[in-house]
C-alpha cells in the first residue's frame, strides 16, 4: 500500500502555470501506473493524465492536451504535473492516484489509491 500527498496547488491567472506534485510513501512507487484526475464543484471526477511505471507511456485527456505534462522521478516517489497555459475551466480540486494495473489509463475505477486533492483556482 501507499501514500499518497500532493502539493503544489494554488491560485492562478489563466494563461499561468502550475506545477503540481504527488509524492507517494514506501519502497513500490515504481511498480504503480499513476494519473492525475480533477473534480470541479458540482461535477463528476475527470480524468487529465497518466503514465505507467517506467515514464515511457503517457496519455492525456483531450481538454489539456498540449498544456499540461504528466511526468515521474521514481527515485524520488514523485509524479508530477506541469500545468500550462492554465484557463478558467481548469479550476478544480486535482487528485494523484496509484494503480497496479499495467494500464489504468482514464478510467478511474483502476486505480488503487488516492491522494486527498490539491486546489487548483484559475482566475479570468
Known amino acids: 500500500q501507499v501514500q499518497l500527498v500532493e502539493s503544489g496547488g494554488g491560485l492562478v491567472q489563466a494563461g499561468g502555470s502550475l506545477r503540481l506534485s504527488c509524492a507517494a510513501s514506501g519502497r513500490t512507487f515504481s511498480t504503480y501506473s499513476m494519473g492525475w484526475f480533477r473534480q470541479a464543484p458540482g461535477k463528476e471526477r475527470e480524468f487529465v493524465a497518466t503514465?505507467?511505471?517506467?515514464?515511457?507511456?503517457?496519455s492525456y485527456a483531450n481538454s489539456v492536451k498540449g498544456r499540461f505534462t504528466i511526468s515521474r522521478d521514481n527515485a524520488k516517489n514523485t509524479v508530477y504535473l506541469q500545468m500550462n497555459s492554465m484557463k478558467p475551466e481548469d479550476t478544480a480540486v486535482y487528485s494523484c492516484a496509484a494503480g497496479r494495473a499495467d494500464w489504468p489509463g482514464s478510467n478511474s475505477y483502476a486505480y488503487d489509491y488516492w491522494g486527498q486533492g490539491t486546489q487548483v483556482t484559475v482566475s479570468s
Open positions: 503514465i505507467n511505471r517506467s515514464g515511457t507511456s503517457l
